[in-house]
């Protein structure tokens, strides 16, 4: 659990270097979904946990883009 946590917390600030807002959002999303479920118990609810959380890593990794605004008219 510790592992993909970090992992999360890692994925994230390399997603969304320079943006403090995103930053902020996303750590505070994460910290609150593993707190919601810290008494959890049961290991099948805790394996799908993981893999929701895995799957979160992943979706950030390849699928979320950063944009700056170079000119006026550019991206």
Known sequence: VLKIFKL???TRQE???NDTRALEAAR???????????DETSE??????LKI????????R???IQAVHTDSDKI
């Open 8 to 10: 999360l917390h890692r």
């Open 15 to 17: 997603v969304f270097k």
């Open 28 to 38: 505070q999303k994460i910290n609150e979904e593993f707190k919601n479920n810290q």
């Open 44 to 49: 099948e609810k805790i394996n799908e946990l």
């Open 53 to 60: 959380a895995s799957d979160v890593e992943v979706i950030l």
């Open 62 to 64: 390849t699928s979320v």
